[in-house]
């Protein structure tokens, strides 16, 4: 059982080049979510799905795109990199208890460099 | 949206200490609040989460207390160990949008 499991672990980019990051998990979970972590701002939300076919925006999509086109996956895009997008990705999944509670299971992170 | 504010962003307490970490969210539909802990390099994991219709939760040395009306709540760890220190995040979610919106992150530093 692998959990989320991100891929790839560490990637750097030249601006303007495009590259794809891809969340798969194992756990049948409905919900997916790609955040990005800078220091000192937390974790912040790009993206996320709430099933098969579905994605919403966060509080910075820009700059991004999403898929998920199968529940298992959850793909992220960055059509035209820029240095404002180095940052570590973390993609996590969810299932919701039946008391309301949302437990987040991340993966291990993808750091990305843009030059 | 939801904002949440998380305080201090550093804490150094000596082994044995407590430590307090607090936090403030703005929408009053948020009803579900959990703290996650980094460890350097590490991904973020749930340490302990409250809902809205409890005041307060323990489990073993650390608790959570929430505050409704004041839009508040605080994360306490007694007894702290050398293997507390990390980065704690806050969050906030209500059951109409499930996406946790977190807190900047305090990082605390227990110092044996």
């Known amino acids: 059982n692998a959990g989320v499991t991100q891929t790839p672990k560490f990637r750097v980019l030249k601006t303007g080049q495009s590259m794809t990051l891809l969340c798969a998990q194992d756990?049948?979970?409905?919900?997916m979510y790609w955040y990005r972590q800078d220091p000192g701002m937390g974790l912040r939300l790009i993206h996320y799905?709430?099933?098969?076919?579905?994605?919403a925006k966060g509080e910075v999509p820009d700059g991004y795109n999403v898929s998920r086109l199968k529940k298992q996956n959850f793909l992220l895009g960055l059509e035209s990199a820029a240095p404002s997008q180095t940052s570590v990705y973390f993609c996590?999944?969810?299932?919701?208890?039946?008391?309301?509670?949302?437990?987040?299971?991340f993966g291990a992170g993808s750091r990305l460099t843009v030059l | 949206g939801e904002n949440v504010e998380q305080h201090p962003s550093t804490l150094s307490v000596q082994e044995g200490d407590s430590a307090v970490i607090k936090c403030t969210y703005s929408?009053?539909?948020?009803?579900?609040f959990p703290w996650y802990k980094q460890e350097l390099g590490k991904r973020p994991q749930l340490i302990i989460d409250?809902?809205?219709?409890?005041g307060e939760k323990k489990d073993q040395r650390i608790a959570v207390t929430l505050n409704k009306t004041a839009k508040h709540f605080s994360l306490h760890i007694t007894e702290t160990q050398p293997e507390d220190s990390a980065v704690y995040f806050c969050?906030?979610?209500?059951?109409?949008?499930?996406?946790?919106?977190f807190g900047s992150g305090t990082r605390l530093q227990v110092q044996p």
């Open positions: 996590a999944s969810s299932y919701a208890t039946a008391s309301g509670a949302n437990v987040l299971t």
């Open positions: 756990m049948n979970h409905e919900y």
């Open positions: 799905s709430v099933g098969e076919g579905t994605t």
């Open positions: 929408d009053s539909a948020s009803n579900y």
């Open positions: 409250i809902r809205s219709n409890v």
């Open positions: 969050a906030a979610s209500n059951t109409g949008r499930r996406a946790l919106t």
